[in-house]
């Protein structure tokens, strides 16, 4: 296996359990929101900015319950060295969002890109992201 293979690799595996810790929080330990964020990290949310974590889980205290189903991600290393010499790492992520508890109703695609940036404590903590509802009025219908 090769040094790049390896790095792809690792990223995977890391964005794999990036991904199940982020979404936990959105939609059920939104208190969490804020550790996993650059104190201030530019946000995009459906084209509303916002800075840092503190700032994205006011919003999203604010929100009714949401449950996101990931079906889709793609992670790639950034040639931009951050802390002990780590890369960045740049995350998209796909897939549905219900908010609110009605049954067939609330529900929308979604889609966030993330720039991922290495700690000095050895995580990664989201540099930047954006995120943004994808509306179809046959998302709400119920299969």
């Known amino acids: 296996m090769t040094d790049i293979s390896k790095i792809i690799e690792l990223i995977s595996r890391g964005t794999e359990n990036f991904i199940a810790v982020y979404y936990r929080a959105l939609d059920g330990h939104r208190e969490n929101i804020p550790l996993l964020f650059e104190p201030n990290a530019p946000i995009v949310y459906n084209g509303n900015p916002l800075m840092g974590g503190a700032a ?4 999203y205290s604010r929100m009714p319950p ?4 990931v079906t889709g991600y793609d992670c790639h290393p950034l040639a931009v060295a951050g802390a002990n010499g780590q890369l960045s790492i740049a995350l998209t992520t796909s897939g549905k ?3 609110g508890s009605d049954r067939g109703k609330g529900l929308c695609g979604f889609s966030e890109t993330f720039i ?3 700690q000095p404590d050895g995580k990664f903590r989201v540099g930047s992201c954006g995120y ?3 509306y179809r009025a046959e998302d709400d219908l119920e299969p």
Do not use: G, M, Q
């Not at 994205?56 to 919003?59: D, G, I, M, S």
């Not at 949401?66 to 189903?69: E, G, M």
């Open 56 to 59: 994205y889980a006011e919003l």
């Open 97 to 99: 969002v219900r908010i």
């Open 132 to 134: 943004r509802l994808v």
């Open 66 to 69: 949401t449950v996101h189903d």
């Open 116 to 118: 991922l940036r290495p």
